[in-house]
């Protein structure tokens, strides 16, 4: 997770951990970029998350409101939703068009007002890219579209997660022979990337800042009702295990510090709805819960981990625990005071990390329970947020790298 940006911070520069203190009106800020063949249902699964966070019941129960910054796109999300609800109708899908949308994570205001001042931010940010699926399998018309595909994809390396979707509809497609399919999708998003590669590379060295977090999610899920996470894990190794590794390996020749890296080792499975002949049940979703989760806590205790177990350069440290402090300052207000930009790595801020990577379990329910009893909303959600990670499994539709 990320600060957002402010006056004071240089485009591309890494944020420091403890640079001034954040005013109230500041948001956290986290991108995901989300991958995905043409029809995979990208468009689908935000606009089914989108409008199912305008509904009142989720309004009602919720400690925070899901609203887009840009007031036309929520519009536009919010539309495909009810078109979806009230005339089983599919938003059209967006060929060559890649679009970021920005929705902002605002808490409603709790029963601890001196609570609500002292925190370092006020809100989240999740920024989700949607990647046209078809500069993964065509060719780009000339020079124009070729560079709107390397700027498309520069303005996503600041995402920690990404999402790269697995069509459940392709998986029947191909029954029994689904390698295929996944080989093949495996193998564009390789060759995709080391299209772009040299384009990308400043010199041709490693990028600091990059996807690190590469999550399979099986997209349409539905339409596989007997396959839980753990088979959709084991269809992917026995299938595209080799397409996988190779895909690993490109990524991990464009980052540096490569050893801060997990691609396929994170599963999900996702449906936007229920799709039935002339009829869409939005209410049975599946996994649209967790992509809040995935994007805001996920790259946490994940980064703390590799900082903590792996021997990375400084400045991909530094970049990888970049806005991780006012999260701990959140949860347990222990690292304000800390000097230095890598006082992180030493002395008492140490503990404080290992609170946070390890809080899980009865511990992390007493603290949600004790948040939601002050009227702290803002570690109420974060600490949700781990929650529904930890129910995603309990469920069978999330599986967490086992490194």
Known sequence: MRRAAHPGDRAGRPRSLYGPRMQLSAALEQHIAVFGES?????????????????PAYLKDSLFHVVADDIGQGSRLHKNYLGMKSSASVPEANRFRATSYSLSVKMRAG?????????????????????????????????????????????????????????????????GEEERYLKSLFANLKNGLLNLKDDLLDDGQPLVEFPRIWVLALSKSDLLPDLDVFGFRDLLVLKASDEITELRNVIAEM????????????????????????????????GLDLL????????????????????????????????IGPVVDVLF???????????????????????????????????????????????????????????????????????
């Open 333 to 403: 207000k222990r690292l304000s005071s800390l000097p230095g930009k890598l006082g992180i790595f030493f002395g008492t801020a140490g503990p404080s990390l290992q609170l946070v990577a390890q809080l899980a379990g009865d511990k992390l329910k007493e603290m949600n329970d004790e948040a939601r009893a002050k009227g702290d909303n803002l570690k109420a959600t974060l600490t949700g947020f781990r929650l529904d990670l930890e129910g995603g499994e309990e469920r069978g539709i999330f599986l967490r790298s086992l490194r």
């Open 255 to 286: 980052v540096e510090g490569s050893d801060a890296l997990s691609v396929g080792e994170d599963f999900a499975l996702l449906s936007s709805a229920k799709f039935e002949v002339g009829k869409i049940e939005v209410t049975e979703r599946i």
């Open 39 to 55: 029809g995979s249902g990208k468009t689908v699964l935000l606009s089914s998350f989108y409008g199912a966070a305008q509904e």
């Open 292 to 323: 809040l989760p995935l994007a805001a806590m996920l790259p946490i205790e994940r980064h703390i981990d590799w900082t903590q177990t792996q021997q990375l350069p400084g400045r991909v440290a530094e970049s990888l625990l970049g806005g």
């Open 111 to 175: 029963s601890d007002p001196e609570a609500t001042r002292a925190q370092p931010f006020n809100a989240l940010r999740l920024v989700w890219h949607d990647y046209p699926g078809e500069w993964f399998e065509e060719d780009v018309s000339g020079p124009e579209e070729g560079q709107r595909r390397v700027d498309t994809f520069r303005s996503l390396l600041r995402s920690d997660v990404a999402l790269l979707l697995v069509d459940a509809q392709r998986m029947l497609d191909n029954a």
